[in-house]
């Protein structure tokens, strides 16, 4: 492949992710004789490109309003994703999240904790981020003095779920581990139960100070 080839279609990979696309490059090999033994270079080596597919996974039409709510309420939500920074900041807007950097799981890397506390409050999406990384994402912001809430499904999620001030698990995709460390599951796994569970908590709050100023 030419390298005017290649770079056409990294544009094309961009242009799509800029759409909030999850791409996958799709390539065959054509074997006329069958090996005797498989290795990594028969399925790496000689391939032939075929194209690129988009996927789409939009956001829940009620996680926007949950996300004004939240704004609206003082809290700042932070989108964390596995997904590449076009996609992820494409989301992010989708979103209407605040205005924000995006840094990436290997930027974050370099990054020392000193580092990431300094720069935590300005940033509103991490991409491409590893399970690790987001132990060191919930420390940085506890640093500040934030309460901070984590929802997560998976085990990998656990440590940081752990870590929050308030671990919030996915009832129906979570997994075991990840409930037994959480604090708050979320029975329909919908971020906008999270606001609701605030909302019903300040109530509570302010009627138990009321009761307690009244005494």
């Known amino acids: 492949m030419q390298p005017a080839e290649k770079q056409q279609i990294v544009e094309a990979a ?14 065959y090999r054509d074997l006329s004789v069958r090996p005797t033994k498989l ?30 709510l939240c704004q609206d309420a003082g809290i700042k939500v932070i989108m964390i994703t596995g997904d590449n920074r076009i996609t992820a900041e494409s989301i992010a807007r989708q979103l209407d999240l605040p205005e924000g950097k995006a840094i990436t799981g290997p930027e974050l ?49 656990a440590p940081a779920i752990k870590a929050a001030n308030i671990g919030i ?21 919908n971020f906008a139960s999270v606001v609701s569970a ?3 908590g300040r109530a509570i709050f302010t009627r138990l100070r009321n009761v307690l100023f009244i005494l």
């Open 14 to 27: 961009t242009a799509m992710a800029k759409e909030a696309l999850r791409v996958i490059a799709i390539a």
């Open 39 to 68: 290795d990594d270079k028969i399925v790496t080596d000689d391939l032939i490109f075929v194209g690129l597919s988009g996927m789409a996974d939009p956001p829940r039409e009620e996680a926007k309003g949950a996300i004004k």
């Open 109 to 157: 890397q370099k990054m020392s904790d000193i580092d990431l506390a300094n720069e935590i409050e300005n940033v509103s999406v991490f991409a491409r981020i590893e399970p690790l990384h987001k132990l060191r994402i919930v420390n940085a912001l506890k640093s500040h003095g934030h309460i901070v809430a984590m929802t997560g499904d998976g085990v990998n999620d």
């Open 169 to 189: 698990s996915m009832g129906i995709t979570g997994t075991d581990v990840a409930k037994e460390a959480s604090d708050m599951v979320l029975a329909d796994d």
């Open 198 to 200: 605030i909302e019903e």
